[in-house]
Structures are given as structure tokens and as C-alpha cells.
DNA sequence: GATATTCCGTTGCATACGCAACATTTTGGA
DNA sequence: TCCAAAATGTTGCGTATGCAACGGAATATC
């Protein structure tokens, strides 16, 4: 069984365990690792979550499936991703989500419960383990509050105004977005082609240059 | 000093805390209580937030000023609602946001750091805190992904039928919303106008009926 | 290097919806 | 009971933008 001790280190849950740490860490969890067939589940709709996973490998989709029988993509897993923490803590009873393997994968297990309680030896890391799960949910919150205060502007040109004027307030005049013109739509919550008519119009103003995901504010 | 246990018990981070608990808890924790004038700042933007503040009595505004220093309200709280979870629990440096009191009010702050490292004593109620604050950040993450699957919808229409339709799954073919008009359509990311027109045709279409806050789905 | 495929820009068209303005109903206060 | 204020409904207008279709550039595959 490889290790995959690469992969767990770069895991933000982990971050600030040393690597000699992670060993004892992962036997004080009593991890499971499960090996998940292409179009097999790794989390089921409708039952309660209980554990956390930690994709190792192959590339996992997070699936909603409404009450006709629509499946409609969420997000794609890939390693180092993880899946299942606010639905176990936040104590959800049938998950609303299922997450199936796009590819062949291994997926580690986390018991909740072992996660949340310090276990009898009192091992220093897991207060960090913890500490690392509310950064975790808190980032998460924070991010979709942007994306929330974004998607709530009316029009496409100032929704992509202030996307941009973030990125710039974080990188400088110039920067690379890590997004493609239909993932970017998409996060503007736009259609792509309407989304390039505004870009043009932009550049046409002499307020953006762009190539590509490289933009230029002027 | 007034006690506020009844407005504390109802906090959801000290859910599950028997009210004879709540002494030593907040004891162990050393909270500080703290008066703000109106228009005194409960939270100031730009530095960092070490506690979580919650409201025992009055209004409190959390507020984003942005470089042009527009001030844009993002919520309202009231006693026993409390802020600055996600910040702190994040470890974000400067505050995106303040928190101004609308009117006088009373806060009670809760240092970060207590809440995460277990007190020596080893308090029994400390891992239900923690537990809870998981809940509260993993709560606030799933409703803030299905509002987002609900803005990510093109039309008004199709946002509209989504959120009946998961409300009705809660409470049946008939019920009440938390909202009116004006609040729902902002939660829907619509005009007002524009949400009563297509209840209308909704209703017009006999697909729905409606009284005020008041559903039905037919 | 040729071909297929993905990515991006452009444009015409139809329309959903924001906006403003006004009508109607409901609520609360004196 | 009456009035003012708030909440909700209605409607006309202009336009932003979704949609579809296409062309060209970039990238990948062989």
C-alpha cells in the first residue's frame, strides 16, 4: 500500500503537522483506506456522514441528484482534496450530496467522532488538527461570502469590475486569474459570451488590458 | 450587571450546555462584556479579531467599507447573534469588516485562544463548544452553498420555483417564509418588482397561490 | 506539419428583468 | 375611526444579457 505521504502533508487539515507527526496521528485517527472503482461512491446520498475523506488519488465529482433523478455537477475532487466535513459537522442526517469516482481512487476515511475528541493519550497535534479544521470551514465561509457579495451586484460589468479590482488589491496592477473565460462566467455567475462582450468593452475603454487569464488594470 | 442567561442559552454555540454549566463555562473561557455607545465599533476593519463577540442586547451593523469608503451594510444582528467566528477562526489578519452599534448595546467577547486550547481543568463542556462552533461554521457553509446553487440559476423564475420547492420539501405543500417581499427578493438576487410579477404569473398559471408571506404549491 | 479540439471573441436576435412611477392594500398609531 | 406609513401589486420602457451560431487563434494529438 503506497504511503501517499506527499499528498497528506500538502492537505491544508494537516498543515503544521511535521511529517514524523503524521504517522502517529493518522493510527491515533484510525484511518481507513478505501479503494473506490470508477462510478463507485465514496460518500452516498441520503445517509449520514460520519467521517471525513482525503481523496490519494483519481478524481472524484460531487454530485446532487434532485428529486426527478437529475444529477448536476458541484465540484470535481482531485488529491489532497477532501469532502464531507460540513456535513458531518454540522451533523446533517442524509446527506444531500453523493461524491462518485470519475476515475479509479483511493480515498482515506476520518472518523468524525475520533477527530473531535482528543483521544485518551492526549496527543499534542490534535488540538491542531482541530484548530486546522475551523481554519478550514472559516476559509470556506469567507470565500463564498466574496462570491456571495459579488453574485449580489446586478450587472456583469461591475461584478467583473470587482473581481477584478480584488485580485488587483492582491496582486498588484497586473496578475494571472486561475480561470478560464467559462470558468470565470461561471463564477460571475454570466454567460461567457456576454462575459468576453464586457471584457472587450473594457478594453475598448482603455480601463483593462488582457491576454488570455493575464489582465492589466489601467 | 444584568445576567443575560436567557439570551445565552439561546446561542447555538452553547447548545447542549446545561444552564448550571453556563457560570464555569463562561468562567473558564474569561469572556468580558463589553458596553458600546451607538455608533461605537463592536469590531474595527483592518485589524486583526483574536474574540467572538456576542450580542447580549441591542442593534449591531456589520459593515464593509470599501477604499473609496462606501459603506455597504451586510447583515444585521440582534441579541444572540454573535460575529466574528470566521475571522478569527480563519486567522485572517485585517478585518474586512466592522461591526457599529445602531443603537447602545451590550457585547460579550470571548477570546479565540480559550475556546481552542482546553483549559487545564479540562472542562467537560469545552469539547461541546468546540463541537458547536464546528456546527455553527459547517451550518453556515451548507446554506450559504445552497443560496449560491439558488443564485446560480439564470432566471428569476427557475430561482424562484427552486426555493418554493425546498421549502415545501421542509414543511409540506403549505407553508410560511421568514421573508418578505423585499428581504426575498434580495435573498433570490432579484428586484422586488420584478419577483412579485412572476409570483403573479405564477400564480396566474395556477401553479402556485399565495397570501403575504403565506404558500402554497398546487 | 497536418488535423482535430479546445478556447476565445464577435454579432444578431429575443426577452427577462431592472427601474421608476403609481395604485392598492395592510398595518400601526393617535 | 381616521390618517400616515409600510408593504405589496401592476405596468411601461429601455436595456443588459442569455443564447445560438460562427470564425479565428491557440493547443494538443498523431
Partial sequence: MKSYETVLLSVPLFQGIAPE????????????????PRDGMALAAGGK??????????????????AKGNRSLLSTLG?????????????????PVSVVADTDGEVLQLDFQRILHTCS??????????????????????????RMELLSEKSIRVRLIRYLES??????REFSIPMNREELADFLGADRSALSRELSRLKAEGRIDYWKNHF???
Avoid: W
Fill in 79 to 95: 488529491p489532497g482534496d477532501f469532502f464531507g466535513e460540513a456535513l458531518c459537522c454540522a451533523g446533517v442526517e442524509e446527506s
Fill in 121 to 146: 493519550n492526549a496527543c499534542s497535534f490534535h488540538t491542531k488538527l482541530l484548530e486546522n479544521m475551523l481554519a478550514v470551514l472559516a476559509g470556506k465561509n469567507l470565500s463564498m461570502q466574496r
Fill in 21 to 36: 507527526e503524521l504517522g502517529p496521528l493518522l493510527a491515533c485517527l484510525g484511518v481507513k483506506q478505501k479503494t473506490v
Fill in 49 to 66: 456522514v460520519d467521517s471525513i475523506g482525503i481523496v490519494l488519488e483519481g478524481r472524484f465529482l460531487i454530485v446532487r441528484e434532485d
Fill in 216 to 218: 492589466k488594470l489601467l
Fill in 167 to 172: 485580485a488587483a488589491q492582491q496582486h498588484g
